[in-house]
T-cell receptor, first 116, second 111 residues
Framework: KAGVTQTPRYLIKTRGQQVTLSCSPI?????VSWYQQTPGQGLQFLFE???????NKGNFPGRFSGRQFSNSRSEMNVSTLELGDSALYLC???????????????FGQGTRLTVV | KQEVTQIPAALSVPEGENLVLNCSFT??????LQWFRQDPGKGLTSLLL?????REQTSGRLNASLDKSSGRSTLYIAASQPGDSATYLC??????????FGQGTRLTINP
């Protein structure tokens, strides 16, 4: 069974540009979450999608956006890149996110974004 | 606001020792708690998931406990091996969708 796949693995962008990252969840998983990991702030929640709807959003500026397609694949977009956006961006998938029990989150290898 | 703390930030032990990693959280209203390991430059590998109604979970040489009332979890690693060297992260489930992470414990097992 394939795991969570994130593409590309590495990106170098210039300040002011925009970038799109992709995440393909485990087959059958409908919930996709995005996290940003930096040495200073650690892992921080960006947003979560389920059945093409954003259900939860972290405390990030509007430059960070995402979407989910009908096949559960998700994309994350960052516009007007800043140096501080340099980070490892991780995507996680779950079977579902409803009910009183949280399900296990499985993470991809991440996309390393460097803004110069 | 949920805050998750992991102590110590770094730990170095000789091979073969049993060890305990600690995780504390400030809000006991959690769905679950999950332990991960992260190798340098890599993604997160799920180790154990404990639901809020459970007290512990075991997988091989790993045992994780959860005490919601005191806001604590521990990860016990038995008979440590050099391959266990990694950063260990605990994360609490806030709602069904969001994980709040600690800063991690960087573990080094010396041969």
């Amino acid at each position: 069974k394939a795991g969570v796949t994130q593409t590309p693995r590495y990106l170098i962008k210039t300040r002011g540009q925009q970038v799109t990252l992709s995440c393909s969840p485990i087959s059958g998983h409908r919930s996709v979450s995005w996290y940003q990991q930096t040495p200073g702030q650690g892992l921080q929640f960006l947003f979560e999608y389920f059945s093409e709807t954003q259900r939860n959003k972290g405390n990030f500026p509007g430059r960070f956006s995402g979407r989910q397609f009908s096949n559960s694949r998700s994309e994350m977009n960052v516009s007007t890149l800043e140096l501080g956006d340099s980070a490892l961006y991780l995507c996680a998938s779950r079977t579902s996110g409803t009910g009183s029990l949280g399900t296990e989150a499985f993470f991809g290898q991440g996309t390393r974004l460097t803004v110069v | 606001k949920q805050e998750v703390t992991q102590i110590p930030a770094a730990l170095s032990v000789p091979e073969g020792e049993n060890l305990v990693l600690n995780c504390s959280f400030t809000d006991s209203a959690i769905y679950n708690l999950q332990w991960f390991r992260q190798d340098p430059g890599k993604g997160l590998t799920s180790l154990l998931l404990i639901q809020s109604s459970q007290r512990e979970q075991t997988s091989g040489r790993l045992n994780a406990s959860l005490d919601k009332s005191s806001g604590r979890s521990t990860l016990y690693i038995a008979a440590s091996q050099p391959g266990d060297s990694a950063t260990y992260l605990c994360a609490v489930g806030q709602g069904a969708q969001k994980l709040v992470f600690g800063q991690g414990t960087r573990l080094t097992i010396n041969p």
